[in-house]
T-cell receptor
């Protein structure tokens, strides 16, 4: 089983709909992240959380919100999806104890907004 | 903030030939450096990382990378590519104590028979 699990893996939705992408991890890491991947742009950080009570905006947080329900769970919401949010979304974790920021990724959630 | 440039968007290489992917970073001190690989339909897998010490680092799948401070580079190499190396490769940089990585735009590698 994957250490970082994302659901759903694929989702097609319509403009204006609310969408939630969920991430859970069994690695015991305290730090969790949501990245977005677009062709030619690499990965860009949307939100990150260093513990349950700590939520921080990344470089492209507009239009997104997150919730850290537990140490192992970090969900990303699109309150009103728009077509330019069509992308591949990755959840990742890192371990505070290493101090390096090395990321461990889920397999991605592909979102299409029509 | 740190930034990463991968100058090559797409590289085509013959199976058995050598491969070098370029990565340049912008950061005042010694950063933490990473190479990740993304195979089609998969997540990102860590190939190798550099934090300090020996500037030539070995990774998985026969890859290596060399940190050159004077050139602000961390280029990835493989002496002989296999068809299974066809993938997208991302260079990433982090600042000590920051715990956030910045990624390059990626280089897509195509391997021809």
């Amino acid at each position: 089983d994957a250490d970082v699990t994302q659901t759903p893996r694929n989702r097609i939705t319509k403009t204006g709909k609310r969408i939630m992408l969920e991430c859970s991890q069994t690695k015991g890491h305290d730090r969790m992240y949501w990245y977005r991947q677009d062709p030619g742009l690499g990965l860009r950080l949307i939100y990150y959380s260093f513990d349950v009570k700590d939520i921080n905006k990344g470089e492209i947080s507009d239009g997104y919100s997150v919730s850290r329900q537990a140490q192992a769970k970090f969900s990303l919401s699109l309150e009103s999806a728009i077509p330019n949010q069509t992308a591949l979304y990755f959840c990742a974790t890192s371990d505070l104890r290493t101090g390096t920021g090395e990321l461990f990724f889920g397999e991605g959630s592909r979102l299409t907004v029509l | 903030a740190q930034s990463v440039t991968q100058p090559d968007i797409h590289i085509t290489v013959s199976e058995g030939a050598s491969l070098e992917l370029r990565c340049n970073y912008s950061y005042g001190a010694t950063p933490y450096l990473f190479w990740y690989v993304q195979s089609p339909g998969q997540g990102l897998q860590l190939l190798l990382k550099y934090f300090s010490g020996d500037t030539l680092v070995q990774g998985i799948k026969g890859f290596e990378a060399e940190f050159k401070r004077s050139q602000s580079s961390f280029n990835l190499r493989k002496p002989s590519v296999h068809w299974s190396d066809a993938a997208e490769y991302f260079c990433a940089v982090g600042r000590p104590g920051d715990y956030k990585l910045s990624f390059g735009a990626g280089t897509t590698v195509t391997v021809r028979a």
